[in-house]
């Protein structure tokens, strides 16, 4: 029994360097990504251009300007759930002006992603 549980500890600490090392040699490329940002920058500035103002406007607030959904329906003088409920609405329709514009990005999942390596930009919530 020993042995077989010595074995087993070995095989798993073998699989987990070896992706360690898969991890570790993986190339970057930041200047791809940068310029990817770019990119998916401007079609965001666009389509939440299109999007009616009711919506655009608790969208910049929250996750361009930072604020939280008390602050920014504070300022615009609206129930907190009314702005969140505006939030989620304004999500759903850039994501499916995305989808018609060729967007490979189903749902903003990736939101969280980019935000992260962009100081400033809050990540998604709803």
């Keep these: 029994m020993a042995q077989r549980i010595a074995l087993k ?3 798993q600490g073998t699989a987990r360097r070896e992706r360690e090392r898969r991890h570790i040699t993986m190339p970057r ?5 940068e310029l990817t940002w770019r990119e998916l920058r401007g079609v965001l500035d666009e389509e939440i251009g299109r999007l009616p103002d009711k919506y655009r406007t608790p969208l910049v607030l929250c996750y361009f300007e930072g604020k939280s959904h ?8 609206w129930a ?3 702005l969140t409920n505006r939030v989620c609405r304004g999500r759903e329709l850039l994501r499916r002006q995305l989808i018609r514009r060729g967007s490979r990005c189903p749902r903003p999942h990736w ?16």
């Design 70 to 77: 008390e602050q920014a329906a504070r300022e615009l003088g």
């Design 111 to 126: 939101w969280p992603h980019w935000a992260a390596r962009r100081p400033g930009l809050p990540s998604l919530r709803c």
């Design 80 to 82: 907190k759930r009314s």
């Design 9 to 11: 500890a070995r095989a």
């Design 29 to 33: 490329s930041e200047a791809l990504d």
